[in-house]
Nanobody
């Protein structure tokens, strides 16, 4: 299983980016995919997640109204559209995938088995 995150970069406050997470080696539509971010000196935190079918999405309160998560199972890809970016959103963004069976939670990073390498997002003027 391999996950590759793309789309990071440097953007001014108020700008936007779209991150992509491309998966291989798994039956993609059976997996939840989450986006987590880790700012310098801080713990990795949940940002957004989506169910295998795309019918269930979850966003952290800190990104509601700014981020949208979606997926294209024909392309084995999940997208994170990030609008109205703030300097506090500067972080490495990681995507992760898991079946999330039983009591596992979409927002719990320890419940995800497969992780991508991360993509850097810098919001700065």
């Amino acid at each position: 299983v391999q996950l590759q995150a793309f789309g990071g970069g440097v953007v001014q406050p108020g700008g936007f980016l779209r991150l992509s997470c491309e998966a291989s080696g798994l039956t993609f539509s059976r997996y939840f995919v989450g986006w987590f971010r880790q700012a310098p000196g801080k713990e990795r935190e949940f940002a957004a997640a989506i169910s295998g079918s795309g019918g269930i999405t979850l966003l952290a309160d800190s990104v509601k109204g700014r981020f949208t998560i979606s997926r294209d199972n024909a392309r084995d890809t999940v997208y994170l559209q990030m609008n109205s970016l703030k300097p506090g959103y500067t972080a490495v963004y990681y995507c992760a995938a898991d079946r999330l069976l039983g009591n596992q939670a979409m927002s719990e990073k320890n419940d995800y088995t497969y992780w991508g390498q991360g993509t850097h997002v810098t919001v700065s003027s």
